[in-house]
């Protein structure tokens, strides 16, 4: 099911919101200040692109907290308020609450990158210890 569902996301969109992902991690690693930048967005590239069965984990510290402020600041808000729209406009209708959902948690992770951790359902157990 995790499989036909990740398919139909692409196939709705999840290709180009990932590419795009990859594109601003391409942009953002072309300066050595931006390479933490570069690496959250491949991050949230890889979740975008299939979504279901993976989850997000908080593992970060105060390191991670500063981080994420000032990536709040330079673009996670806009991010973020993007993925809530979409998923409020997905799940007004019934079969489009699942992929709502996505874009919820996708909007957890572009609010804040720096320590999350991506997991698979097999994996969560192990993770959250």
């Not at 500063?66 to 993007?82: C, Q």
Request: proline fraction near 3%.
């Amino acid at each position: 099911m995790k499989f036909l569902a990740n398919v139909i996301w692409i196939l709705c969109g999840g290709l180009f919101i990932a590419a795009g992902w990859v594109v601003d991690g391409i942009v953002c690693c072309i300066t050595v200040v931006g390479i933490p930048l570069g690496m959250q967005c491949f991050k949230a590239a890889s979740l975008t692109l299939a979504p279901f069965g993976k989850h997000v984990v908080w593992t970060g510290g105060a390191g991670s907290a500063i981080a994420n402020f000032f990536w709040i600041i330079l673009t996670g808000w806009f991010l973020a308020l993007s993925y809530l729209f979409a998923g409020v406009l997905n799940c007004a209708t019934i079969i489009g609450i699942p992929a709502g959902l996505q874009s919820f948690k996708l909007a957890k992770l572009a609010w804040s990158p720096f320590g999350a951790q991506i997991v698979t359902d097999g994996q969560i157990e192990a993770a959250v210890r």
